[in-house]
């Protein structure tokens, strides 16, 4: 919620034992700090930031005037309360990305192969492979069959135009003998 609060001002609104609580939660030191101890976090976070978030809420009904005092009075304002519900609602989200990155780094690793393997045939299923040609024989350079089509001539015209050569030079001939 909102923006993110500075360690001093969280150490001035907070008890010594919840800073303490929240104080692994922080950057460098919340990376030292083992998943099963993060696990443990969540929950007391959860729980501080819950009863800030009533304590705030019921704050607000009785400056309003909609609620009477519950017990004896809790210290500070409703103002104070959703500072203090915003600090533990940060640390809170601080321990849940930091399991999340760990949860998938583990699942990272513990799948690797796996993770690789199904890559690869995502992969491979892109491309069509076809079986290498392997060798072949040298046979120098191979025909390549005319795509015109062929022309199919009877047979009683083959060699007419040659005739008709021959008939006209007769011609010829005979006017000039």
Known sequence: MGMSVACKFERSILSHEEYEAIRLTHHP???SVEVSELEAMRPRLRKMRDK???VGRQKQRESRGKAEARGTSFPGTAKHA???KQVFAAALKRVNTELKLQHNLAARTANVEAARKALALHRAA???TRPPAGAT???GMASKPSERRRKIIAGAKIGRISQATKVAQAVRDARGA
């Open 29 to 31: 030191a919340i990376y």
């Open 52 to 54: 800030e978030r009533t």
């Open 82 to 84: 959703s500072e203090r």
């Open 126 to 128: 892109n491309f069509t």
């Open 137 to 139: 024989a040298g046979d």
